[in-house]
Every structure is written in structure tokens, then in C-alpha cells.
């Protein structure tokens, strides 16, 4: 191991290095810029600083993999250390003219391919930590072939408000969110450098099949949401910062041609572009705020490479789910780096390499149609109508009811919860083992002669081509036709809709997701997409189907969706929308149903006793409050909201 003194970094240097002014920007806007300054031949330093917010930096130091080595990093002056409320650690000076700092997580060391890739973490070891009136420090020790990310916000005397932000925390930012992308809980603001990994959006986990953490603007958009929904909610500048700080970061990761390239399942560094559609849905947000030049000439780029990804069928322009599709030769590596056999098809005169995949195709059509929103360019208009033309005939297909209808009574036995399934006769029994074991597998043949995505009892499949069945995918599909119906509400979707939410009412859906590890993330799905439709609806039923839902993700363990908040740009526009109130009692959860049109919240209590609604914040006083029978519940004074119910108050009822 080398000497501790092999390398000493100390805090104030670090966010004004020598030479910092000659430095061009790497990213730069009228909001925010980034410099990438090398250190030596292995470190290197990322620095966001905020025309805006000029008393606050974030530092991203990467210490590169070499041999096995130690570092101090230290302070001068007298500082106390203090376990943020907000996660992570803060540093506040004794002297009022010394800077105060966020330490938002603990040093990390990790492990990369050449593709950027991680293919590992682990906790970095602590050496020594010296403390005396001179200073602080902390000794790390880094052993070979591993790199170490550490990162570090600078708030300027004049910011203290930031730092007092952090300490003391709303009941609001104290509250669990989920992003379905990487299937975790994530609490914010410190949340969000499990993220964002030297400047670069991540999954926090690391997914199948490659098992590594791979670039994911997905999450980067569910992280955009609740610090959007956050900033609306408390006021709190440095939400504002972590949302520019997001969205220049997602900017980072955009090749020249417009596109992001993931790699989730191949060394090709192939692109998804479910998470091309997640950046442009940011961007196209972000923009409408800031009306940042960079933000649009980005979605711009973004817009003119999805345009072009797309297979012409019989029935419209078809947006693929990914480059792989692009080639058969693309399809072989797949298959050979995951074991993913495919079958090539012509199925609706598509490409034989097409998987007619319905979600990432709706998710296209909204992405296209909120960039005209945001920018006015209306040069894609064409392309979405076809694309509408595709859709609508895909779900237009009803053959083969008779046959569809038989194979689906046996594949709704392999969708009961356990209790269900254990309880049937042994016949069907039987039944369902050969269903799941013989008949799901082979359901895209079936599917290839009678080419259908909405089922008999209003379930909606994935997928037309690909050889797996996966009905989790169902939320996804009902949330996603619920933001086609916001954005183009001429399209004849209510039937579905409302077929696709009585198929999860009537059955034992939510409970056959929720019994395994690997099917939750489908009730946070579910949620969502509950959210889409009340915002759409003011049907009484599917709130109290939404707070079942949420009384569930409770139970589980689970956050809640970010769009919960009520941040989203798809729902709301920037200027209409309503902060998400804070209950005074942590344990109520809030659903923020405003969506411009009028103001409306959910709170559903899931404790064994009834709770008061108390805020941090006064409630707009025009709300009219309903119990879980539709019963209104009278006032002044405190809402009073029943054990394991709910109670919903809006405006214009």
C-alpha cells in the first residue's frame, strides 16, 4: 500500500483548481455549466457551477483505476459533521466567511468495461480520519484496478439557505419513490447520486441479462420527476439545481446523431428507445421552463434520429423498440450474448426482425407529439399520424375470438395468486401447469397466425413477434394508452381502457404481482397508470382503485410512482400546476390528482387507526372532501381520514 501522502486533495482546491478560468465548458447554458479538468494522469474532476445560483457548485472527483494507493482528502478550518436529514453528510463551518458542504454519499469504489459499463461496487476502505482545530480529514485506501467516485457540493457563505434546506427536510421529501426502470425505491435529494455516476444517469441496479448498471435516461426521467414534482412542492432552490444538473447530464450522454446508446443487452452498444423517448419527454419539459437554447437544439437532435426509427408494415409507420432490430445479424449477437432466441416473422408486412412491441411504440408517438408542443415543429406530423394509423389497427384486431377466448381461460389459472391456484380442483390444476410450462411459450405462433394485442377480458400483451409471454407488462401498456388519449383525445380508447382496468379489478391481478420479487415493479406500473386515467377521468371508482394501490405498494414495501407529485409536464402544464401538500404525519400517503383543470389530491391512510390530515403547508381552502364512500366529510378543521381508507378533496367536484 502506498504512503497516505501519495495523494492529498483538499476540499477548497478542489472546487477552484488553478487555471480553472481557462477551461472552457464542456456543457454550457444561460443555467448551468460543466468543466472537466484532469487532475493527473489517472483523476479527474467534474465541476457544475450555476450562473443562476452563482453560491453553489457540485464537484464529481474520480480517482481512475491504477495500483494500489491511499488518499487524504481534508478541510481546513473547524467544521462539524452532520448526518443530513436529506441523507448523506454536511459540513458547516464554525466561521461564518468558510463554506459549507454536502457530502451527498460515501466514496464508492467501482469497476468498468471499456464501454463504461459497471460491472461492480464495493465500499471503499477507511484508513484513519484526523480531526483537529486546523482541519478535518479522511485517509481512503484504493486498491489496484478499482476506481473511486466521490461527490461534493460547495455551498458559498451566502447560500447557508441551501444547507438549511437539507437539515431540515418536509414530510414529503422524507417519503420513498420507485422508478420501474431499475425496480428500486430512491429517496430524494441525496437519492440521486445512486444515480448519477460522474456526471452520467445510470440504473441502480444491475440488470439482467448482462447484470451490469448501464446508461439509463429512463430513470434519469423518473428522477426528473420527483425532483420537479419536489421543487414545486417546498420551494427549495437546490431542487431547481439538481433538475439542471439532470437534465445538461442526460445532455452529456447524447451521441452527435442524436441518439443515446444504452447497451443494456449487448457489447454493440445498442439503443433503447423507450429511454430515447424518456430523454426527449425531459428535454421537451425542461425546455418549456427554461427555454434553454441547448435544451432545444438537444431535442431537436433527439427528435430527427427517432424519426428515423421506425419499420414500414401494412398497416402504418411502426417505431421499433430498439437498434437491434435494425438487422438479422444485430438479432444473432443478441442471441448469442443474452440466449435470447427470436424467430423472424412478416406478420402485418413488417420487417422480419420487427417485434411489434406496443409500448416503447405508443411512448414514441407522446415524444414526438411533446416536442411539437415544446418547440412548435411540426415537421413529424405526418410521420405520427401513420404511426396512430398503425396503432389503431393493431388494436383494432379482434381474430380468432373463439380460440383466443378458450387459450385465455387457461392463462388466467396461471394468473391467480397462490392461495387461488392451490385451492382449484386438480383437473384444472393440471391445467394450469401445462399452460404455463407448454402453451405460454409458444403463444407468439399462435399470435403470428392471428396477429392480436387486446385480449379476450380486456388484458393487453406486450408483443406480437418475440417468443416470451409477459403480462406484467399490462400496466405499462394501459398507462401509455392513457397518455395517448391525453394527447390525442379524438382516438376511440375508452373501450380498452376500460376493459384493460376491469381485467386487473376482476382478478386476482394485483395480488399475483405482488407475491414475487421479480413482478412488483407491476403494481407501481399499475399505479401510474391509475394516475394517467384519474387525471383524465374523474371516475370516484378508479380512485378508490388508486388507493388500493397505493394501500398495497404500502404493504410491500414499495414507493410511490414520482408522478405522484404531480410535476409531470404530460399532465400539467409547467405554469398550471399545484404543489403536492406535506402531511404533517408521515405515515399518510398524498396522490396529487391536479391537472390544470381543477386542483385535487388523494390521501390514503395506511395505518390500523384513523389519522388527521394536518399539512406543513396550508391546503387551498376551496376543497371539497369525500371519504371512501363518496360521503362528504364536513368542516372546518382537520380532515379526518379512516383507518386503511382514503379521502379525496378537489376543487369543482
Known amino acids: 500500500m502506498g504512503k497516505i501522502d501519495a495523494i492529498q486533495l483538499d476540499l477548497d482546491r478542489l472546487f477552484d483548481p488553478a487555471g480553472l478560468e481557462q477551461v ?116 481512503l485506501r484504493l486498491p489496484a484496478d478499482w476506481h473511486l467516485d466521490w461527490v461534493v457540493w460547495r455551498f458559498a457563505p451566502g447560500a447557508a439557505a441551501l444547507a438549511d434546506g437539507l437539515e431540515r427536510p418536509l414530510t414529503v421529501e422524507r417519503r420513498a419513490y420507485f422508478l420501474w426502470s431499475s425496480k428500486v425505491n430512491f429517496t430524494l435529494p441525496a437519492g440521486v447520486y445512486h444515480f448519477l455516476l460522474h456526471g452520467q444517469v445510470y440504473t441502480n441496479d444491475f440488470v439482467w441479462p448482462r447484470n451490469w448498471k448501464f446508461h439509463s435516461e429512463l430513470d434519469a426521467h423518473g428522477l426528473y420527476l420527483g425532483l420537479d414534482g419536489l421543487h414545486l412542492a417546498t420551494g427549495k432552490p437546490l431542487y431547481g439545481l439538481l433538475k439542471l444538473q439532470m437534465l445538461y447530464s442526460v445532455i452529456s450522454a447524447q451521441a452527435e446523431d442524436g441518439g443515446w446508446r444504452q447497451g443494456e443487452w449487448t457489447d454493440l452498444m445498442e439503443s433503447h428507445y423507450r429511454l430515447q423517448n424518456a430523454a426527449m419527454l425531459m428535454l421537451a419539459a425542461g425546455l418549456e421552463e427554461y427555454g434553454d437554447d441547448a435544451l432545444r437544439a438537444a431535442l431537436e437532435k433527439a427528435a430527427a434520429f427517432l424519426s428515423r426509427c421506425t419499420d414500414q408494415t401494412d398497416i402504418g409507420h411502426w417505431f421499433l423498440h430498439d437498434s437491434l432490430e435494425d438487422s438479422e445479424a444485430n438479432m444473432e449477437i443478441m442471441r448469442q450474448q443474452t440466449n435470447t432466441p427470436w424467430i423472424p416473422s412478416r406478420t402485418l408486412g413488417k420487417s422480419p426482425t420487427n417485434k411489434l412491441i406496443l409500448n416503447t411504440h405508443l411512448d414514441a408517438m407522446v415524444a414526438l407529439e411533446r416536442y411539437r408542443d415544446a418547440t412548435g415543429d ?31 381461460r387457461a392463462i388466467d389459472l396461471t394468473l391467480l395468486p397462490e392461495d387461488r391456484a392451490m385451492a382449484l380442483p386438480l383437473p384444472l390444476r393440471l391445467l394450469k401447469r401445462l399452460t404455463w410450462m407448454w402453451l405460454t411459450p409458444r403463444m407468439h405462433r399462435v399470435k403470428r397466425l392471428f396477429p392480436r394485442i387486446v385480449m379476450p377480458g380486456g388484458l393487453i400483451e406486450r408483443h406480437i413477434a418475440p417468443m416470451h409471454y409477459d403480462i406484467n407488462y399490462h400496466p405499462v401498456n394501459v398507462m401509455d394508452l392513457a397518455r395517448v388519449r391525453r394527447r390525442f383525445p379524438e382516438e376511440d380508447l375508452d373501450g380498452i381502457l376500460t376493459g384493460a382496468v376491469r381485467a386487473v379489478s376482476t382478478s386476482g391481478l394485483l395480488r399475483y404481482w405482488s407475491e414475487a420479487a421479480n413482478r412488483r415493479f407491476a403494481v407501481v406500473e399499475w399505479a401510474d397508470a391509475l394516475y394517467q386515467l384519474c387525471t383524465l377521468s374523474p371516475d370516484p371508482d378508479l380512485r ?47 396522490a396529487n390528482l391536479s391537472h390544470g383543470a381543477g386542483v385535487e389530491f388523494l390521501v390514503v391512510n395506511p395505518a390500523r387507526s384513523p389519522l388527521a390530515l394536518d399539512t406543513e403547508s396550508p391546503l387551498p381552502a376551496d376543497l371539497e372532501w369525500r371519504d371512501a364512500q363518496g360521503l362528504k366529510i364536513p368542516g372546518p378543521g382537520s380532515i379526518l381520514v379512516q383507518q386503511r381508507s382514503w379521502a379525496s378533496g378537489r376543487t369543482n367536484p
Not at 388 to 405: K, N, W
Open 378 to 408: 411540426g415537421q413529424y406530423a405526418q410521420l405520427v399520424a401513420s404511426a396512430r394509423d398503425a396503432a389503431r389497427g393493431l388494436l383494432a384486431l379482434r381474430p380468432a375470438e373463439a380460440l383466443y377466448r378458450m387459450i385465455y
Open 24 to 139: 472552457a465548458p464542456r456543457l454550457a447554458g444561460p443555467h448551468f455549466a460543466r468543466r472537466e479538468l484532469p487532475l493527473n494522469d489517472l483523476d479527474s474532476l467534474l465541476l457544475d457551477s450555476f450562473p443562476g445560483a452563482p453560491d453553489a457548485a457540485c464537484a464529481f472527483l474520480r480517482l481512475g483505476k491504477g495500483p494500489a494507493r491511499s488518499v487524504r482528502v481534508g478541510i481546513s478550518g473547524t467544521y462539524r459533521v452532520v448526518a443530513g436529514e436529506s441523507g448523506g453528510w454536511l459540513l458547516l463551518p464554525a466561521e461564518p466567511d468558510r463554506p459549507a458542504y454536502w457530502l451527498s454519499q460515501a466514496p464508492i469504489l467501482r469497476s468498468q468495461d471499456a464501454l463504461g459499463h459497471v460491472l461492480a461496487e464495493r465500499p471503499v476502505s477507511l484508513a484513519g480520519l484526523n480531526v483537529s482545530p486546523a482541519g478535518l480529514s479522511v485517509d
Open 544 to 590: 378508490g382503485r388508486l388507493a388500493e394501490t397505493l394501500l398495497l405498494l404500502h404493504d410491500l414495501g414499495l414507493g410511490l410512482p414520482p408522478a405522484l407529485l404531480g410535476g409531470d409536464a404530460e399532465v400539467t402544464r409547467h405554469d398550471r400546476r399545484t404543489p403536492c401538500p406535506s402531511p404533517t404525519d408521515g405515515r399518510l400517503l398524498v
